[in-house]
């Protein structure tokens, strides 16, 4: 005869056994320790003798133990824990353990008691990288073990301890950079309670310390992806070649942005990680990194942890190294000098990034799309230019502007009709990019205007210089521009809405957009906006007295000067005008040539006498030795831009109505 099917011993049996009520046999599962001692005794024993077993916790309490050991860790997106939650789980499982996980989300107040509740659930713990002062994870240790604590130093049990060389691993990471040229290191620092930051901090110093010619700039930075995308542009203005990254995803985040930017990686910044994380070598470019054994780390762990519950604990704290794994991230560090990368140019003067080169492409139809200049700093880390300012939406770092091509904006934003004021119109061109080449300090780049039905306008050849100098005992730097704008589609009338009837609005050429500075500007004819506005002198200062920058700009010397276009109340704005007080017409095929040299310096100028002296090196220095623009555009039309049946070549004169 079969035996009758097992039937489950229930709470109210085991507390009839015992001889208490239910609700006290409910309050020794639940651990209540306001439970007098002797009933849960008797109800300790009736759970045993029965083998009462609804409840796998039930029988752990009658053992001792709950067979499940809890991991704590910061963030558990990162692959970095993961692995080491992987490892810990397999290893475990083996002896019939089971993992509980609990994630603090870097939330420093809240550590110790998360870390203490998962205690008291389990057999035991492993702590992973804590970021609790070092007191209270001592005071923890003391009153919860066995613990076992990863990324940490544990003076009261040093076997508790087990570690990367993080240390090590950071000093590594530069030596690679350092044998591929680079001097200029950034490091994107972690959490700033993290231990691990420190180590690394500690490796990049010892470092320095064995490289006098190296240079590591800190940057804040953090420890999730997000932190690295945001601290693209802060690296970018740090001047550095490298980057060390305080782990691999602040090295992805930072790598996805600057893919946005249009950087070249690695031809104008190395990016390196820490950890080799699995989505490392998969990035875009493949992550240069120190790999770090993460599933081993939580194997030891586990085996740490079973061998103190055995009696048997280790005797040693345990530090792992890690191992470099040169990827597509990193390369030969530029040239310290100079215009770099075709693709994106950014200009290096010294230690330092002081100019970026932005297409434009991304720029709103209605405000005229065209390349521009911007950030462009002294070499003392003042910006000098703004873009896209809430006042004038328009307004793009340092480029060419013009109101009134034959009509078409390429200044973007509003359009001044004589006798209605400044309306909005659907006549924006673009300046699109057709070539863009590195000659020698220089970049030429040649570019296609395009109006607002798409059909070619004029074609220009511009070149930018950047160079160093010297202002008495400070390091300046010099910026050259030079365009030649060839009426090779047909005849050009520019106008400005001063030749439309806005009196003093003839603005419209090169055009430098400042930041909002309470800045003075001084000119052969005086001092301030009043004496500026519509000055002919060659050159034009913007002195700001509380950055302490000067700004020189002065015209090309081969031709008579423009008058200058100078906002200072309103905002800040400063361009030699083409088109002040009347239309200027380009006969077809011929050419309108503009020019500005720039003195950028970290010193108040404001003697004319000196500024005077100033502009003339400008003349001579900025463009000096620079190769010849090949002025011919090219008449290719690789987009398919419509362009008018009568297009001639160019040649080099120009008129002027």
């Known amino acids: 005869m079969p035996n009758p099917p097992h039937r489950q011993v229930t709470i109210a049996q ?29 109800v300790l024993d009736a759970i045993d003798k029965l083998n009462y077993s609804p409840s796998q916790m039930a029988r752990n309490l009658v053992r001792g133990r709950s067979n499940t050991v809890a991991l704590v860790v910061p963030d558990l ?35 110790e ?21 070092a007191e209270r994870l001592e005071a923890l240790l003391a009153r919860s073990g066995p613990i076992v604590v990863v990324n940490r130093p544990v003076a009261s049990n040093p076997a508790a301890e087990l570690s990367i060389d993080y240390a090590h691993a950071a000093g590594a990471i530069a030596e690679h950079l350092f044998s591929l040229g680079h001097t200029r290191l950034a490091y994107v620092a972690g959490p700033p309670q993290s231990y691990a930051d420190g180590l690394r901090r500690r490796g990049l110093a010892e470092f320095v310390a064995h490289h006098a010619d190296v240079q590591v700039e800190d940057i804040a930075g953090g420890s999730q992806i997000e932190d690295g995308y945001r601290a693209a542009e802060h690296v970018l203005s740090s001047g550095a070649t490298a980057i060390v990254a305080f782990n691999d995803l602040i090295a992805l985040g930072l790598l996805a942005r600057l893919r946005e930017l249009g950087v070249d990686v690695p031809g104008e910044l190395s990016v390196a ?14 992550l240069t990194t120190m790999s770090v054994p993460r599933v081993e780390l939580g194997a030891q762990a586990w085996r740490r942890l079973r061998d103190e519950m055995a009696g048997t604990p280790a005797t040693h704290p345990l530090s792992y190294r890690a191992i470099l ?33 932005e297409e434009g492409r991304t720029i709103d139809s209605v405000l005229s799309p065209r390349p521009y200049l911007h950030p462009v700093e002294s070499l003392g880390g003042v910006r000098v230019t703004d873009v896209h300012p809430t006042d004038h939406l328009h307004h793009y770092g340092i480029g060419i502007a013009l109101p009134d091509v034959n009509g078409t904006s390429y200044w973007g934003g509003r359009t001044y009709v004589q006798g209605v004021g400044s309306v909005m119109l659907e006549n924006q061109g673009l300046q699109r990019r057709d070539d863009l080449e590195l000659v020698g300090d220089a970049f030429v780049e040649r570019l296609t205007w395009i109006d607002e039905r798409e059909v070619a306008q004029l074609s220009e050849v511009r070149r930018i210089t950047g160079r160093p100098t010297r202002v008495g005992e400070r390091d300046a730097w010099m910026l050259g521009w030079r365009s030649s704008l060839a009426a090779n ?9 001063a030749t439309n009837g806005r009196d003093g609005a003839g603005y419209g050429g090169l055009f430098w957009r400042f930041p909002k500075w309470e ?50 109340s309103e905002y800040l704005g400063i361009g030699p005008a083409i088109a002040w007080d009347d239309e200027v017409h380009v006969a077809e095929g011929g050419r309108l040539e503009l020019g500005i040299d720039a003195l950028i310096v970290d010193r108040i100028i404001t003697d004319p006498a000196e500024l005077e002296r100033l502009a003339e090196r400008l003349a001579t220095e900025a463009n000096a030795d620079i190769p010849g623009l090949d002025l011919k555009p ?9 362009t008018p049946a009568a297009a001639t070549g160019a040649t080099v004169d120009s008129g002027r109505a």
């Open 14 to 42: 085991v507390a009839e056994y015992a001889g208490v009520s239910q609700a006290s046999v409910s309050r020794v599962l639940n651990r209540n320790t306001t439970v007098d001692p002797s009933i849960a005794a008797k």
């Open 77 to 111: 997106e990162n692959p970095m824990f993961q692995g080491v939650l992987k490892g810990l789980s397999r290893e475990a499982e083996r002896d019939g353990y089971r993992v509980l996980v609990a994630d603090t989300a870097e939330r420093v107040a809240d550590e």
């Open 113 to 133: 008691e998360i870390a203490a509740e998962a205690r008291s659930r389990c057999d035991a713990l492993v702590l992973v990288s804590p970021r609790m002062p």
């Open 273 to 286: 990680g820490i950890d080799d994380v699995p989505l490392a070598r998969f990035a875009a470019p493949p």
């Open 325 to 357: 794994e040169a990827r597509g991230s990193t390369g030969p560090a530029p040239e310290a000098t100079g215009w770099l990368s075709p693709g994106r140019p950014i200009l290096r003067i010294g230690d330092r990034v002081v100019a970026r080169y």
């Open 489 to 497: 589609f047909g005849a050009l009338r520019l106008g400005s809405p």
């Open 519 to 568: 800045a003075t500007v001084v000119t052969r004819d005086g001092v301030g906006e009043a004496a500026a506005h519509g000055s002919r002198s060659p050159w034009l200062a913007v002195v700001d007295s509380q950055r302490r920058i000067t700004v020189l700009l002065a015209q090309p010397a081969d031709r008579e000067p423009l008058a200058w276009f100078a906002r200072v």
């Open 634 to 642: 090219a008449l290719a039309n690789p987009n398919g831009i419509r």
